[in-house]
T-cell receptor
Framework: KAGVTQTPRYLIKTRGQQVTLSCSPI?????VSWYQQTPGQGLQFLFE???????NKGNFPGRFSGRQFSNSRSEMNVSTLELGDSALYLC???????????FGSGTRLTVV | DAKTTQPTSMDCAEGRAANLPCNHS???????VYWYRQIHSQGPQYIIH???NNETNEMASLIITEDRKSSTLILPHATLRDTAVYYC???????????FGGGTRLMVKP
């Protein structure tokens, strides 16, 4: 069974640009969550999607958005990038939370 | 969601059992205890979860006290590859996102 796939693995962007990250969940998993990990703040929840609907949202500014497609693949978008957005962005999928989440390897975003 | 308290770091000798404690004194009756670990530069990995009974799988054992206010994750024979940050998380079964604390940095030494 293929795991959670995140693309790209690494990304360098300039301040003010926008970026889109992609996540393909495990086949059959309908819940997809996104997390940001930084050395200072640790792992923080961004949002969760289930069947194309945002089910939960963390405490992040509106520059962070996401969506989920009918095949459960998800994308997150960050607009007007700031230096502080440099982080490892992790995607996790679940059948529906009950059996735990499976995380991808993440996308490391560097904003210069 | 209940908060958890874990030691910042622990050492363990290779081949010995690693016992990682977690306090969750404000846990509610419907909240599960989940353990994840994160090996450097990888995504967190699910290890085990439980409600009130002790649980065991191929990776680890989870011991939950009778009052459910604390738990211990046991890696029976730690290897160098078990060096990671271990997170104890408490969430409702059908509820929320994972709230990660600082975790315990386990260093397995030869």
């Amino acid at each position: 069974k293929a795991g959670v796939t995140q693309t790209p693995r690494y990304l360098i962007k300039t301040r003010g640009q926008q970026v889109t990250l992609s996540c393909s969940p495990i086949s059959g998993h309908r819940s997809v969550s996104w997390y940001q990990q930084t050395p200072g703040q640790g792992l923080q929840f961004l949002f969760e999607y289930f069947s194309e609907t945002q089910r939960n949202k963390g405490n992040f500014p509106g520059r962070f958005s996401g969506r989920q497609f009918s095949n459960s693949r998800s994308e997150m978008n960050v607009s007007t990038l700031e230096l502080g957005d440099s982080a490892l962005y992790l995607c996790a999928s679940s059948e529906d939370r009950v059996y735990g989440y499976t995380f991808g390897s993440g996308t490391r975003l560097t904003v210069v | 969601d209940a908060k958890t308290t874990q030691p910042t770091s622990m050492d363990c000798a290779e081949g010995r059992a690693a016992n990682l404690p977690c306090n969750h004194s404000t846990i509610s009756g419907n909240e599960y205890v989940y353990w994840y670990r994160q090996i450097h530069s990888q995504g967190p990995q699910y290890i085990i979860h439980g409600l009130k009974n002790n649980e065991t799988n191929e990776m680890a054992s989870l011991i939950i006290t009778e009052d459910r206010k604390s738990s211990t994750l046991i890696l029976p024979h730690a290897t160098l590859r078990d060096t990671a940050v271990y997170y104890c998380i408490v969430i409702p079964n059908a509820g929320n996102m994972l709230t990660f604390g600082g975790g315990t940095r386990l260093m397995v030494k030869p």
